[in-house]
């Protein structure tokens, strides 16, 4: 059985296409739902027109490729949003489609399935809007917190302003509470996590193979966060693995996922290319 599942997030609109349990492809389309949601507390006219036109165009696409069931859900960007109901109707209007607007606790039972599907251990994902942990061990949660803080959101909070960043960062992470991820097999997914790994390894094009699997040490975090510091929007795109698409997001998300790490105690964490396309699809396509 052939199924598709888009996932619309704060940043980016993406496609996964799935045969019998495994995937074929995915693609991405940057559309910056969220970008300005954190000032205004709305999608703006232009964000909900081009993120449901790329919807659209993934729907079709999918239909194309003889999808038996196509699955779209959203999370923190229109969920957030006081006018989020304005999105999804749109998105119906144009392809006749209903969007799943999962809820933060939803979201992450849906990260941690793509990415351990029922192992032990925990994830940490970074979105454009909110940044989700989540603990498992034997299919049973331990832990599940998602926080609205994420990527897009720092840069229209704080810019490309280390201070600012990391106060806002701060503050957020108390909301986490008590946490200790010293013991934790620790995962991380979500795209500021497989931009950074496809930054450690340097590469020219794009390989989830390469990117699925990579560590990224505490040291490594905090390195790449320095360097992306120093640099200007511009200065980042001429790095070699930088997808450009985020060169204005990036140095935050890093931050943020570096500070996640030293606050809680983790020592390293591993990228997940499996994440909640799949999961998604693993809890309600099948």
Request: neutral net charge; proline residues 1%.
């Amino acid at each position: 059985m052939k199924i598709a599942v888009i996932d619309i997030g704060s940043n980016s609109v993406r496609l996964m296409i799935m045969a019998d349990g495994k995937t074929l492809y995915k693609r991405i389309s940057t559309t910056r739902l969220g970008e300005g949601v954190a000032i205004t507390g709305k999608l703006s006219p232009e964000a909900i027109e081009r993120s449901a036109m790329a919807v659209k165009n993934f729907a079709d696409e999918a239909k194309e490729e003889g999808a038996e069931k196509l699955l779209i859900f959203a999370t923190a960007a229109v969920r957030s949003a006081s006018n989020g109901r304005q999105f999804t109707d749109r998105v119906f209007s144009l392809c006749g489609e209903k969007v799943d607007v999962v809820s933060g606790e939803d979201e992450a039972k849906l990260g941690i399935s793509g990415a351990l599907k029922g192992g032990v251990g925990g994830i940490i994902d970074v979105g454009g809007a909110s940044t989700v942990i989540y603990l498992q061990k034997g299919g049973e949660r331990l832990y599940s917190k998602s926080v609205d803080i994420g990527a897009v959101r720092l840069k229209d909070i704080c810019g490309q302003d280390r201070r600012k960043l990391q106060i806002e960062i701060d503050k957020n992470l108390k909301k986490y509470g008590e946490l200790d991820l010293s013991s934790t097999e620790m995962y991380a997914v979500g795209g500021t996590a497989t931009s950074l790994a496809a930054i450690k390894h340097g590469l020219k094009v794009y390989d989830p193979e390469i990117v699925d699997g990579t560590t990224l040490s505490l040291e490594d975090l905090k390195n790449m966060s320095d360097r992306l510091l120093s640099l200007t929007v511009e200065q980042r795109k001429l790095i070699q693995g930088m997808d450009l698409r985020r060169a204005d997001v990036i140095a935050g998300g890093c931050l943020l996922l570096y500070s996640i790490l030293l606050t809680f105690g983790a020592k390293k964490i591993t990228v997940s290319e499996s994440d909640n396309l799949e999961g998604y699809a693993m809890l309600k396509g099948y």
